[in-house]
């Protein structure tokens, strides 16, 4: 099967060498970085660099694939349109003259829910994102929920906050152990681990899934229990909590996974683990 990732940082990087190593896939790989073409050359048959929105290129990558994999990632908000909604338009537009894609995946968000006050959430919640970011996501999502046909499956993956190997939680919490927090923790947290995204994915083309699903872990933790836990397994400063202060965070979701699993998916992390 020729399959297609049309973005390869963290989770790019680990689908690939999956389908590459493991599932014995033809894998195209791309990257805006030209310095990491050696790199990926080991875990994909082909590399190929471009910016996702380059409507000259593009065509080359999309040309004789089965499945296409979005998953970009913005190095920071000034680049968010570009990264997300200016690629899936494009890629839109390309797929019209795919014949054989037979699958979309994107990995996207749980951002899009926005602040819910906490209330739990699934696919069938109304989207109410709360930031411009959000906003140019859920757009991303629209787009590329246009481009579903008879012939074409599209799959949207709505994931929780990344950790895994590299992206340790103590290491993404570090720099806020000792220190004190607006607001008194009791927000909902979402996260998931690499290992699960790569397997979804997985699953998700294996199983030819489409439509919005929710990938996040099972057991949902406030970040006053996620970060409690956090500095006590690793030796942290205690954080400390100010109600009087508003947190500021665009999303207070608990989002449920219940969706996926009822496809059939089982998590191989199904509440956080370090």
Not at 109 to 131: F, H, N, Q, W
Not at 186 to 207: C, E, G, K, P, Y
Not at 235 to 247: H, K, R
Not at 250 to 257: F, H, I, L, T
């Amino acid at each position: 099967m020729n399959v297609a990732i049309i973005g390869c940082g963290y989770v790019g990087t680990a689908i690939a060498r999956y389908w590459h190593q493991e599932q014995g896939l033809f894998v195209t790989a791309t990257t805006t970085t030209p310095e990491r073409v050696s790199e990926l050359e080991a875990i994909a048959q082909r590399v190929i660099v471009i910016k996702g929105n380059d409507a000259e290129k593009l065509p080359s990558v999309v040309e004789n694939q089965e499945v296409i994999l979005l998953s970009v990632g913005a190095a920071n908000t000034n680049v968010y349109k570009e990264t997300y909604l200016d690629t899936a338009k494009t890629l839109a537009e390309v797929l019209q003259q795919a014949p054989t894609v037979r699958q979309l995946i994107y990995t996207g968000s749980y951002g899009v829910y926005g602040d819910r006050g906490g209330e739990t959430v699934d696919e069938d919640s109304p989207i109410a994102p709360a930031s411009p970011t959000g906003e140019i996501l859920a757009q991303t999502e629209q787009v590329l929920l246009g481009c579903a046909s008879d012939r074409l499956k599209v799959c949207i993956l709505r994931l929780g906050g990344i950790y895994g190997p590299r992206r340790e939680l103590a290491k993404i919490f570090s720099r806020v152990a000792g220190t004190t927090i607006a607001g008194d923790g009791s927000d909902a947290t979402n996260w998931i681990h690499l290992d699960d995204i790569v397997s979804a994915i997985d699953f998700a083309r294996t199983q030819q899934l489409q439509g919005i699903y929710n990938l996040v872990n099972e057991v949902s933790l406030t970040r006053r229990e996620l970060l409690d836990q956090v500095c006590d397994r690793h030796n942290l400063p205690q954080v400390s909590w100010n109600p009087a202060e508003q947190q500021l965070r665009p999303y207070n979701a608990r989002v449920s996974p219940q969706k996926i699993k009822a496809a059939g998916y089982k998590f191989i992390h199904p509440q956080i683990t370090e």
